[in-house]
């Protein structure tokens, strides 16, 4: 029904070629410059293209870009394009109802990025370039401030898809439901919070190893249930075809306590696990005029206090790795199991006991802000902590509702999480640095340190990936030793499909791609 309502006329009966999946946490936007959340890079990796691409391990790879080479300052880069990508059809090209894409479109689509009217969230990525040019169609160069190893990187996020001037101008900010990119597949239909539909795009220009055309599927179609059990039903029936996550509402049914699939499902679902570049963590607002907040002892008390491996058993069935170590995930140079915090109930009720004796509080207490999808965890925390004489009370607010208060200093102890943007772990320790404060940046704790800050300028002076992996070591134990965030864990990838889907697969930044799924 999906599909009929929406080819114009022209019924299809190839269901078996079509990707069903549910957004339970919705979609903001189809524009990929705005595409900040994890459901949107999603919808925004199916339509889009940039110059390089990630393969399943990571690695960079060319796309758009056929070649590249950057000079030995490490401060200009030279892109050669392909000369065969074309935009997705549509009536403004004129006659043909596409062209190729040009380096001009490239230039185009950064400079709409960094657009202070625009005021793109992806803006950030491109704050170490000076300049940028289209030399001619298929050679396009970008000048850095200052060296950056990680940049080539930074160019596979979406936020640096290019699109065409002429459909994005037409559009204006319409542009998030009318887009129109170089992708797999093409948008064809969008109800907000009913329905999403993609079609193939027959243009496309990658091929697989045998030279067959990408993407395999007809179409993609996504609904948004927001229910979680409803979601998993739907998948349970055959509705859907796939499952992101791990929900407490369905944990126990699909799996055993030590994380493996039950004997119910095996006939009829595929489980696939993997690393995930995912920081699960509680952060503190340090501007705060909460004196529990304000104190080490207490934040270091909340470290100490509860067993992470414990939860990690009881509440995602053993999936992911309890933080003992810091900030940066397992995966990434830089992460050290050395410098964070084991589990000490004894000492976390010392440090309760110090503080109460040094500011008079007999009765401390903070209130802990989280989403309902990670209520049980705060409400586990809660209990644990309670045995230390520390009173956590919990604050549930919707997703949207959170993210706007933490940005503005508005919850004191909040939950969240750090998804790698790109591959190095100066991504996870910039939300440490002082001149990213948040609401401008990432700097929800309003952390200031000098040593910190002198590391993390130093860092991008220095190529030798050992050295910067002991200075990003360095710079975690910092945030660790002042206790400003609680890891809680490292996540991992758990992937559910039908039996008749292959070519799925996974990767460290659980990004969604279709171009080679198949479904029997």
Partial sequence: MLLNSCTNNTSINKDHLVFRYNEHANINTLDPAFSRTLQDTWVSN???????????????LPCIAKNWTISDDGLHYS???????????????????????????????????????????????LKKVNDFEAVNDTLFKIELKQPFPAFIGLLSMKYCSVI???????????????????????????EENIKLVFRKNNNYFEKDSNGIPLPYLEAVAITFLPDKQSEFLQFAQGNIDFLNSLDASYKDELLTADGQLRNTYKETIN????PYLNSEYLGFYLDSKTPEIQS???????NYGFDRKKMMIYLRNDIGNPANG?????????????????????????????????????????????TSNYLSFCEFIQRELGKTGLIIKVDVMPEATLRTARSNGKVDMFRSSWIADYLDAENYLSIFYSKNFAPNGSNYF???????????????????????????TTMDSIAMQNAIMVPLYYDEVVRFTRKNVSGLGINPINLLDLRRVKKN
């Fill in 164 to 190: 065409p001037k002429e459909i994005a101008e037409h559009y204006g900010n319409d542009f998030r439901s009318h887009p129109i990119g170089t992708g797999p597949f093409q948008f064809k239909r969008w």
């Fill in 271 to 274: 489980m696939i696990q993997g």
């Fill in 326 to 370: 810091g900030f940066i995930p397992k995966g990434l140079p830089g992460h050290n199991e050395s410098i964070g915090f084991s589990y000490q109930p004894e000492k976390a009720k010392q440090l309760v006991e110090q503080f109460k004796k040094e500011s008079g509080i007999s009765k401390p207490e903070i209130t802990l802000t989280t």
């Fill in 446 to 472: 309003h952390f200031k340190n000098a040593q910190f800050d002198s590391l993390y300028n130093k860092a991008f002076t220095i190529t030798n990936i050992e050295e910067r992996k002991h200075i990003y």
């Fill in 79 to 125: 892109f050669t394009l392909r000369d065969d990508v074309y935009f997705h059809k549509h009536e403004l090209f004129g006659k043909d109802s596409t062209r190729i894409v040009v380096a001009e479109d490239f230039k185009y689509s950064f400079n709409r990025l960094r657009d202070e009217k625009i005021a793109a969230p992806g803006n950030w990525v």
């Fill in 46 to 60: 199916q339509l889009f293209n940039g110059l390089v691409q990630l393969d399943s391990d990571l690695n960079i």
């Fill in 296 to 302: 080490e002892l207490i934040r270091k008390a909340i």
